[in-house]
């Protein structure tokens, strides 16, 4: 079937072919670029740069920059345009007799168009208004554009074509990192979280390692796995859920610290915090416990505030959250007892149960104690909590690979850390008594039965390893995409992910997204 092109459209690919037909290459190989537009705007000097009292030029300021048009104002035998790059924009001057002959008038007028890539030679300056541009002595095209950009234009302090609709900005990221600046700058935020978090890690001498994604058995977390087939071995196999229990392994093998920064999926629904492919840190330390972990969680947060923002407070939506250490710390069945009155501390599932029905929650059978007191505190206590906060010492259903809690019985010495409302991080003292262990997958396994589609297997590989002798062990989840959410002050988890998973994009959907262009 024959595509069917915009007005605009079928503009542009005459634009190529008349290119093309002039001699021209539409679509250059290379081009080396001296620099860039934010080190052309930092690095110009007024007394090097431009001529003085008898017209000399001390150092004149030569560049080879390349970029993407972004404006264009032709005015007769010259025109002025504005080319962004990777650092931002810079303002071009285009005259006819500095360019070969004919290219102004026949190439440069006619067939260059907002969006088209191009290379630039020529000299620093500022023009008469003060703005300091590049006079080009060298142009050439690199990229011709065939589909015109979603420009954002004001007249009488009014915004047109401004590119918000958040379907369009996800589906076509390119798009929305090219029109809108402050997206490139969320993610450049992000990859300094990142690699503040890996050398915090490196310092220590954790060493990072790397596990198979592709599982015989899922497992180190609650939830529901993306299954395959793998062909040659004729065997089912899982997207990993979670990194830990191959971790574990490892610190098994005599490793003291290990962490691995990698993808993960979960099989669950889609939400402004849920993206069923994620990133996540995890960290294994042995000889240390949780309360250990804290202190660690609370230094490192705080250094990658301090490094994306030059302080450890930062402004999230109408909060002021500050991740100066130390971090409040409150048992979990505390936390919900000072919210709701209700001591849940050896109750049976029944008593939480008529608890959970009293306080306005559906209580499904299949729902264990575990369950129960999660949801509790998912509704009534979760939300409120603003500033970072440790919750510690979680039931023992909820928690399957924790240590059991050296004085509180029923309980494990577990911690989530919660910020803005919603988790950051999980940690445990790991358990490591490997028999306890297979009585902890042999509960998960009757939870399923009972129809709990998250309950964990039995890993007898991760049995035998613990069999073999773990040290004690502090280990620890980060979900990367939601720290990065809180340390760019994005609402979405879309907002944090370049390109996250959304719905089939429908023929008309797709004809509308051109049509926005």
């Known amino acids: 079937m024959s595509r069917v092109y915009s007005e605009q459209e079928s503009i542009r690919r005459d634009a190529r072919a008349s290119i093309e037909e002039a001699g021209y290459e539409a679509y250059g190989y290379s081009w080396d670029v001296s620099h860039h537009a934010d080190a052309i705007l930092t690095s110009f000097d007024a007394e090097k740069h431009l001529p003085d009292e008898e017209g000399v030029i001390a ?31 810079i303002q071009v001057y285009v005259t006819r007799d500095e360019l070969p002959e004919g290219f102004y008038n026949s190439v440069f007028k006619k067939m260059l168009d907002i969006g088209d890539i191009i290379g630039i030679e020529g000299r620093v300056f500022r023009t008469k208004v003060g703005e300091i541009s590049v006079r080009a002595s060298r142009l050439e095209i690199l990229a011709k554009s065939l589909k015109p950009l979603p420009i954002v234009k004001e007249q009488d302090g009014q915004v047109f074509n401004e590119v918000t609709d958040k379907e369009f900005r996800y589906r076509q990221r390119y798009v929305d990192l090219i029109v809108n600046p402050e997206v490139r700058n969320t993610f450049r935020m992000r990859a300094k979280m990142i690699s503040t978090m890996r050398a915090f890690l490196d310092e220590r001498e954790y060493v990072e390692v790397e596990t198979p994604v592709l599982q015989p058995m899922y497992g ?10 793998h062909n040659a071995l004729d065997m089912k196999l899982y997207m990993r859920i979670a990194d830990e229990l191959y971790l ?3 610190i098994v093998g005599g490793f003291d610290g290990v962490y691995e920064i990698s993808k993960d999926f979960r099989n669950e629904g889609l939400s402004r915090f849920h993206n069923p492919e994620f990133t996540m840190m995890e960290l294994y330390v042995a000889y240390k416990d949780y309360d250990w972990m804290m202190n660690l969680v609370e230094e490192m947060v705080e250094r990658i505030a301090i490094a994306m923002h030059g302080s450890s407070d930062l402004q999230v939506g109408d909060e002021t959250i500050s991740f100066a250490r130390p971090w409040k710390r409150i048992p979990l069945l505390e936390a919900i007892q000072e919210k709701t009155g209700e001591d849940l501390y050896g109750k049976s599932r029944e008593e939480l ?19 129960i007191i999660d949801e509790i505190f998912g509704e009534f206590v979760e939300p409120h909590l603003i500033q970072p906060t440790f919750i510690t010492d979680y039931p ?68 035998r390893s613990l069999e073999y002798g773990m040290p004690p062990t502090a280990g620890l989840g980060i979900g990367i995409d939601r ?35």
């Open 396 to 463: 023992v259903e909820l928690s399957p690979l924790a240590k059991n809690h050296r004085t509180k019985k029923g309980l494990v010495e577990r911690f989530e850390a919660i910020c803005n409302g919603k988790e950051l991080c999980n940690a445990f003292s790991e358990l490591n008594d490997p028999d306890d262990q297979r009585a902890r997958f042999e509960d998960q396994e009757r939870l399923a039965l009972e129809g709990d589609d998250e309950a964990m297997q039995i890993d007898e590989d991760y049995l």
């Open 248 to 250: 574990k392994r490892l």
């Open 59 to 89: 150092e004149p300021f030569q560049v080879s920059i390349a970029g993407r048009i972004m404006s264009r104002r032709i005015m007769g035998k010259a025109s002025f345009l504005h080319l962004q790059d990777d650092s931002g924009r």
């Open 353 to 371: 149960a008529v608890i959970g029905k009293k306080l306005g929650l559906e209580i499904e059978d299949s729902m264990g104690s575990g369950k």
């Open 483 to 517: 720290l990065a959410m809180l340390m760019t002050n994005s609402r979405s988890i879309r907002d944090v992910i370049f390109f996250p998973l959304l719905r089939p994009e429908t023929e008309e959907e797709t004809e509308s997204v051109d049509d926005a262009s």
């Open 220 to 229: 180190g977390a609650a939830a529901r796995p993306f299954t395959t087939h």
